[in-house]
Protein backbone atom coordinates (compact mmCIF):
# COMPACT_ATOMS: atom_id res chain seq x y z
CA UNK A 1 0.00 0.00 0.00
CA UNK A 2 1.71 3.33 -0.83
CA UNK A 3 0.83 5.94 1.84
CA UNK A 4 -0.54 9.05 0.90
CA UNK A 5 1.97 12.22 1.29
CA UNK A 6 0.13 15.09 2.86
CA UNK A 7 0.76 18.01 0.93
CA UNK A 8 1.31 20.90 3.51
CA UNK A 9 1.98 23.52 1.06
CA UNK A 10 -1.18 22.96 -1.28
CA UNK A 11 -3.06 22.86 2.30
CA UNK A 12 -1.39 25.86 3.75
CA UNK A 13 -1.93 27.42 0.60
CA UNK A 14 -6.18 26.92 1.08
CA UNK A 15 -5.98 28.21 4.60
CA UNK A 16 -4.41 31.01 4.09
CA UNK A 17 -7.17 31.48 0.71
CA UNK A 18 -9.56 31.33 3.60
CA UNK A 19 -7.86 33.94 5.69
CA UNK A 20 -7.52 36.27 3.06
CA UNK A 21 -11.12 36.08 2.37
CA UNK A 22 -11.99 36.74 5.89
CA UNK A 23 -9.48 39.40 6.37
CA UNK A 24 -10.99 41.29 3.25
CA UNK A 25 -14.08 40.93 4.62
CA UNK A 26 -13.16 42.80 7.74
CA UNK A 27 -11.27 45.50 5.24
CA UNK A 28 -14.71 46.14 3.67
CA UNK A 29 -15.85 47.08 7.20
CA UNK A 30 -12.91 49.39 8.25
CA UNK A 31 -11.30 46.45 10.37
CA UNK A 32 -7.56 45.81 9.24
CA UNK A 33 -6.12 42.59 11.08
CA UNK A 34 -2.94 43.23 12.30
CA UNK A 35 -0.07 41.12 13.66
CA UNK A 36 2.71 42.37 15.56
CA UNK A 37 6.41 40.53 15.00
CA UNK A 38 8.86 41.65 17.52
CA UNK A 39 12.52 39.67 16.83
CA UNK A 40 15.11 40.06 19.59
CA UNK A 41 18.91 39.56 18.09
CA UNK A 42 19.58 38.25 14.84
CA UNK A 43 19.27 33.83 15.79
CA UNK A 44 19.40 33.44 11.61
CA UNK A 45 16.56 30.56 11.91
CA UNK A 46 14.29 32.68 13.80
CA UNK A 47 15.49 35.90 11.59
CA UNK A 48 13.92 33.19 8.39
CA UNK A 49 11.04 32.25 10.31
CA UNK A 50 9.99 35.61 10.65
CA UNK A 51 10.62 36.81 7.24
CA UNK A 52 8.35 33.88 6.02
CA UNK A 53 5.41 35.31 9.04
CA UNK A 54 5.61 38.71 7.62
CA UNK A 55 5.71 37.97 3.84
CA UNK A 56 2.48 35.88 4.23
CA UNK A 57 0.43 38.13 6.75
CA UNK A 58 1.16 40.65 3.86
CA UNK A 59 -0.29 38.77 1.38
CA UNK A 60 -3.43 37.87 3.21
CA UNK A 61 -4.09 41.97 3.27
CA UNK A 62 -2.70 41.18 7.35
CA UNK A 63 -1.29 44.59 7.89
CA UNK A 64 2.06 43.59 9.45
CA UNK A 65 3.92 45.77 12.43
CA UNK A 66 7.54 44.83 11.94
CA UNK A 67 9.98 45.35 15.74
CA UNK A 68 13.59 43.91 15.28
CA UNK A 69 15.34 44.82 18.37
CA UNK A 70 19.15 44.30 19.10
CA UNK A 71 20.30 41.10 21.11
CA UNK A 72 21.33 43.72 23.90
CA UNK A 73 17.68 44.88 24.90
CA UNK A 74 16.69 45.07 28.57
CA UNK A 75 13.92 43.16 29.31
CA UNK A 76 12.70 46.56 30.75
CA UNK A 77 12.50 48.01 26.95
CA UNK A 78 10.87 44.71 25.82
CA UNK A 79 8.30 44.60 28.80
CA UNK A 80 7.66 48.27 27.51
CA UNK A 81 7.50 47.58 23.39
CA UNK A 82 4.62 44.85 24.60
CA UNK A 83 2.73 47.15 27.02
CA UNK A 84 2.54 49.41 24.07
CA UNK A 85 1.18 46.92 21.46
CA UNK A 86 -1.28 45.63 23.83
CA UNK A 87 -3.06 49.29 23.98
CA UNK A 88 -2.71 49.74 20.41
CA UNK A 89 -6.08 49.16 18.60
CA UNK A 90 -4.67 48.68 15.15
CA UNK A 91 -2.65 45.17 17.01
CA UNK A 92 -4.77 42.37 17.06
CA UNK A 93 -2.61 39.87 17.69
CA UNK A 94 1.42 39.66 19.36
CA UNK A 95 4.24 36.94 18.24
CA UNK A 96 7.29 37.58 19.73
CA UNK A 97 9.39 35.11 18.46
CA UNK A 98 11.32 32.55 20.23
CA UNK A 99 13.85 31.70 21.07
CA UNK A 100 14.81 35.07 23.21
CA UNK A 101 18.30 35.99 24.24
CA UNK A 102 18.81 33.60 27.38
CA UNK A 103 19.19 37.26 29.25
CA UNK A 104 15.91 38.16 28.72
CA UNK A 105 12.89 36.15 30.76
CA UNK A 106 10.92 34.63 28.32
CA UNK A 107 8.02 33.62 30.31
CA UNK A 108 7.60 37.05 31.90
CA UNK A 109 7.24 38.58 28.56
CA UNK A 110 4.75 36.17 27.34
CA UNK A 111 2.45 36.13 30.31
CA UNK A 112 2.42 40.18 29.59
CA UNK A 113 0.77 40.05 26.48
CA UNK A 114 -2.67 40.39 26.38
CA UNK A 115 -4.54 36.77 25.73
CA UNK A 116 -6.71 38.40 23.64
CA UNK A 117 -3.67 39.26 21.23
CA UNK A 118 -2.01 36.28 22.54
CA UNK A 119 -2.42 34.63 18.71
CA UNK A 120 0.51 32.40 19.79
CA UNK A 121 -1.57 30.96 22.12
CA UNK A 122 1.47 30.73 24.59
CA UNK A 123 0.38 32.94 27.34
CA UNK A 124 -1.08 30.78 30.93
CA UNK A 125 -5.07 31.73 30.11
CA UNK A 126 -4.89 30.50 26.59
CA UNK A 127 -2.72 27.69 28.08
CA UNK A 128 -5.32 26.90 30.34
CA UNK A 129 -8.08 27.12 28.15
CA UNK A 130 -6.80 24.62 25.86
CA UNK A 131 -6.67 21.77 28.74
CA UNK A 132 -9.97 22.70 30.75
CA UNK A 133 -12.11 23.24 26.97
CA UNK A 134 -12.40 26.52 26.77
CA UNK A 135 -11.92 28.98 24.21
CA UNK A 136 -8.63 30.39 23.55
CA UNK A 137 -5.61 30.66 21.16
CA UNK A 138 -4.10 27.40 20.53
CA UNK A 139 -0.37 27.17 19.30
CA UNK A 140 -0.45 27.33 15.76
CA UNK A 141 1.91 24.11 15.07
CA UNK A 142 -0.34 21.67 16.61
CA UNK A 143 -3.23 23.50 15.25
CA UNK A 144 -2.17 23.29 12.21
CA UNK A 145 -1.13 19.13 12.39
CA UNK A 146 -4.89 19.13 13.33
CA UNK A 147 -5.71 20.59 10.00
CA UNK A 148 -3.34 18.17 8.43
CA UNK A 149 -4.50 15.28 9.82
CA UNK A 150 -8.00 16.21 8.94
CA UNK A 151 -7.39 16.31 5.12
CA UNK A 152 -6.72 12.92 4.95
CA UNK A 153 -9.57 12.00 7.34
CA UNK A 154 -7.61 10.62 9.68
CA UNK A 155 -10.05 8.47 12.97
CA UNK A 156 -9.51 10.35 15.66
CA UNK A 157 -11.93 9.16 18.42
CA UNK A 158 -10.49 6.20 20.32
CA UNK A 159 -7.10 6.23 18.30
CA UNK A 160 -3.86 5.47 19.91
CA UNK A 161 -1.44 8.63 19.78
CA UNK A 162 1.58 9.23 20.29
CA UNK A 163 3.32 12.56 20.60
CA UNK A 164 7.28 12.52 20.77
CA UNK A 165 8.23 15.62 21.93
CA UNK A 166 6.73 17.58 25.18
CA UNK A 167 7.91 21.48 24.27
CA UNK A 168 4.87 23.68 25.21
CA UNK A 169 5.12 25.13 21.70
CA UNK A 170 4.35 21.86 20.39
CA UNK A 171 4.25 18.17 22.07
CA UNK A 172 2.05 19.52 24.87
CA UNK A 173 -0.43 21.81 23.14
CA UNK A 174 -0.66 18.41 20.62
CA UNK A 175 -1.71 16.45 23.38
CA UNK A 176 -4.35 18.35 24.40
CA UNK A 177 -5.97 18.91 21.22
CA UNK A 178 -5.92 15.08 20.25
CA UNK A 179 -6.86 14.35 24.00
CA UNK A 180 -10.11 16.91 23.34
CA UNK A 181 -10.56 14.92 19.49
CA UNK A 182 -11.57 11.51 22.03
CA UNK A 183 -7.64 10.17 21.21
CA UNK A 184 -6.13 8.22 23.69
CA UNK A 185 -2.77 10.11 23.95
CA UNK A 186 0.81 9.20 25.15
CA UNK A 187 3.82 11.45 25.48
CA UNK A 188 7.22 10.31 25.05
CA UNK A 189 10.09 12.37 25.30
CA UNK A 190 13.69 12.06 25.37
CA UNK A 191 14.19 9.45 28.71
CA UNK A 192 11.16 7.26 27.28
CA UNK A 193 12.43 3.91 27.66
CA UNK A 194 10.35 1.95 25.59
CA UNK A 195 10.02 4.27 22.42
CA UNK A 196 9.94 1.72 19.32
CA UNK A 197 7.08 -0.49 21.79
CA UNK A 198 4.85 2.72 22.09
CA UNK A 199 4.88 3.82 18.55
CA UNK A 200 4.67 0.22 17.31
CA UNK A 201 1.26 0.77 18.77
CA UNK A 202 0.26 3.81 17.63
CA UNK A 203 -2.80 4.88 15.11
CA UNK A 204 -1.23 8.15 14.94
CA UNK A 205 2.63 9.41 15.59
CA UNK A 206 3.59 13.20 16.22
CA UNK A 207 7.05 13.85 15.81
CA UNK A 208 7.87 16.69 17.41
CA UNK A 209 11.77 15.74 19.50
CA UNK A 210 14.34 17.73 17.31
CA UNK A 211 16.52 14.93 16.20
CA UNK A 212 16.83 13.30 12.62
CA UNK A 213 15.53 10.29 11.27
CA UNK A 214 15.46 9.15 15.03
CA UNK A 215 11.67 7.39 14.66
CA UNK A 216 12.88 4.52 12.50
CA UNK A 217 10.26 3.30 9.33
CA UNK A 218 9.79 -0.26 10.45
CA UNK A 219 8.96 0.90 13.98
CA UNK A 220 5.68 2.13 12.39
CA UNK A 221 2.43 0.47 12.63
CA UNK A 222 0.95 -0.23 9.10
CA UNK A 223 -1.79 1.62 8.00
CA UNK A 224 -0.51 4.89 10.73
CA UNK A 225 -0.79 8.53 10.32
CA UNK A 226 2.90 9.78 10.39
CA UNK A 227 3.06 13.61 11.16
CA UNK A 228 6.66 15.12 11.51
CA UNK A 229 6.95 18.42 12.95
CA UNK A 230 10.72 18.10 13.17
CA UNK A 231 13.27 20.39 11.38
CA UNK A 232 16.77 19.15 11.37
CA UNK A 233 19.79 20.73 9.10
CA UNK A 234 22.01 17.59 7.92
CA UNK A 235 24.51 17.93 5.49
CA UNK A 236 22.72 21.35 3.85
CA UNK A 237 18.85 19.72 3.23
CA UNK A 238 16.61 19.31 6.16
CA UNK A 239 15.36 16.42 7.59
CA UNK A 240 12.60 15.43 9.70
CA UNK A 241 12.29 13.22 13.17
CA UNK A 242 11.17 10.44 11.03
CA UNK A 243 12.48 7.86 8.78
CA UNK A 244 10.70 9.31 5.93
CA UNK A 245 11.08 6.37 2.85
CA UNK A 246 10.72 3.24 5.26
CA UNK A 247 7.78 4.85 6.91
CA UNK A 248 6.36 5.52 3.75
CA UNK A 249 5.98 2.03 2.89
CA UNK A 250 3.60 1.37 6.37
CA UNK A 251 2.18 4.37 7.02
CA UNK A 252 -1.30 5.60 5.40
CA UNK A 253 -0.54 8.86 5.62
CA UNK A 254 2.29 11.27 6.04
CA UNK A 255 3.86 14.38 6.01
CA UNK A 256 6.95 15.56 4.04
CA UNK A 257 9.91 17.26 5.77
CA UNK A 258 9.82 20.37 4.29
CA UNK A 259 6.75 21.00 2.65
CA UNK A 260 4.24 19.44 5.55
CA UNK A 261 3.68 20.96 8.97
CA UNK A 262 5.96 23.84 8.00
CA UNK A 263 3.94 25.90 5.90
CA UNK A 264 0.81 24.99 7.97
CA UNK A 265 3.08 26.44 11.77
CA UNK A 266 2.67 30.13 9.32
CA UNK A 267 -1.36 29.80 7.95
CA UNK A 268 -2.27 29.01 11.32
CA UNK A 269 -0.56 31.90 13.08
CA UNK A 270 -2.58 33.81 10.20
CA UNK A 271 -5.99 32.60 10.81
CA UNK A 272 -5.61 33.14 14.85
CA UNK A 273 -4.84 36.83 14.10
CA UNK A 274 -7.99 37.18 11.86
CA UNK A 275 -10.10 35.23 14.44
CA UNK A 276 -8.59 38.17 17.44
CA UNK A 277 -9.33 40.46 14.40
CA UNK A 278 -13.05 39.44 14.26
CA UNK A 279 -13.38 39.13 17.99
CA UNK A 280 -12.63 42.92 17.79
CA UNK A 281 -15.28 43.67 15.70
CA UNK A 282 -17.98 41.99 17.81
CA UNK A 283 -16.87 43.52 21.37
N1 LIG B 1 9.84 29.64 17.70
C1 LIG B 1 9.66 28.43 17.15
N2 LIG B 1 8.34 28.24 16.88
C2 LIG B 1 7.71 29.34 17.27
C3 LIG B 1 6.34 29.74 17.24
O1 LIG B 1 5.43 29.03 16.81
N3 LIG B 1 6.09 30.98 17.73
C4 LIG B 1 7.06 31.78 18.23
N4 LIG B 1 6.70 32.97 18.70
N5 LIG B 1 8.32 31.45 18.27
C5 LIG B 1 8.64 30.23 17.80
Redesign the pocket.
Known sequence: MAARIIDGRQIAHEVRGEVAVRAGALVQVGVTPGLAVVLVGDDPA?AV?VRSKTQAAREAAVAVFDHRLPATTSQRDLEALVDRLNQDPAVDGI?????LPPVLDSRAILERIRPEKDV?G?HPVNVGKLWSGGRGFV???PLGVMRLMASVDTPLSGADAVVVGRSN?VGKPMAALLMAADATVTVCHSRTRDLAERIARADIVVAAIGRAAMIRGDWIKTGATVIDVGMNRVDGRWMGDVEFAAAAERARALTPVPGGVGPM?IAM?LSNTVDSAENRRVE
Open positions: SYLVQLPDFPCTITL
